[in-house]
T-cell receptor, first 112, second 115 residues
Framework: SQQGEEDPQALSIQEGENATMNCSYK?????LQWYRQNSGRGLVHLIL?????REKHSGRLRVTLDTSKKSSSLLITASRAADTASYFC????????????FGQGTRLTINP | DTGVSQNPRHKITKRGQNVTFRCDPI?????LYWYRQTLGQGPEFLTY????????KSRLLSDRFSAERPKGSFSTLEIQRTEQGDSAMYLC?????????????FGQGTRLTVV
């Protein structure tokens, strides 16, 4: 079953604009992680936000976490063509294998 | 250490043939995961190793699939009697303890096409 669900499924914006992607999850978490995947490639870790954090920044990335709503958002500011990729949120299950459970992702296209 | 390495990057095989993929994780990581990803979908968990022990298998992993991690180092994923529905990207990842706030590192994947 899906733990994380991203919204929107696809987003197309002009270069220079900001892109916001949202993620909802179902169960209690220790942290939430965002990954990027370029077409046909592996996933690259972007940022991890802990359950006791509300906001985190890394370069042009800003992640928020609202544990009361079980939701997170990823904001990419001043987008570039190289930001074109799929973005996934993932949460490690606390029990058992601690495996990351991914949503379907948001396909982001930056138009020059 | 150059990260997680997967071989081959691409594999085209005829239906019914067996295929084997290899994953070399980051050396200090004791956890290793296999995922499968089809077009437009997120990665789906297949199986998990902690050191050499295979601790969890998804119901997606039919009896045609087998994974090993001898000596807790590299891992192999074998698919026997391949079917067209097996066509997908197979991703390997390694990590320390994820609930201890560490991330997973993914390889570039092996893209399998069954014709």
């Amino acid at each position: 079953s899906q733990q994380g669900e991203e919204d929107p499924q696809a987003l197309s914006i002009q270069e220079g604009e900001n892109a916001t992607m949202n993620c909802s999850y179902k169960t209690s978490i220790n942290n939430l992680q965002w990954y990027r995947q370029n077409s046909g490639r592996g996933l690259v870790h972007l940022i991890l936000i802990r359950s006791n954090e509300r906001e985190k920044h890394s370069g042009r990335l800003r992640v928020t976490l609202d544990t009361s709503k079980k939701s997170s958002s990823l904001l990419i500011t001043a987008s570039r063509a190289a930001d074109t990729a799929s973005y996934f949120c993932a949460t490690p299950l606390i029990q058992g294998a601690q495996k990351l459970v991914f949503g379907q992702g948001t396909r982001l296209t930056i138009n020059p | 250490d150059t990260g997680v390495s997967q071989n081959p990057r691409h594999k085209i095989t005829k239906r019914g043939q067996n295929v084997t993929f290899r994953c070399d994780p980051i050396s200090e990581h004791n956890r290793l995961y296999w995922y499968r990803q089809t077009l437009g979908q997120g990665p789906e968990f297949l199986t998990y190793f902690q050191n050499e022990a295979q601790l969890e298998k998804s119901r997606l992993l039919s009896d045609r699939f087998s994974a090993e991690r001898p000596k807790g180092s590299f891992s192999t994923l074998e698919i026997q009697r391949t079917e067209q529905g097996d066509s997908a990207m197979y991703l390997c990842a390694s990590s320390g303890s994820l609930v201890s706030n560490t991330e997973a590192f993914f390889g570039q994947g092996t893209r399998l096409t069954v014709v």
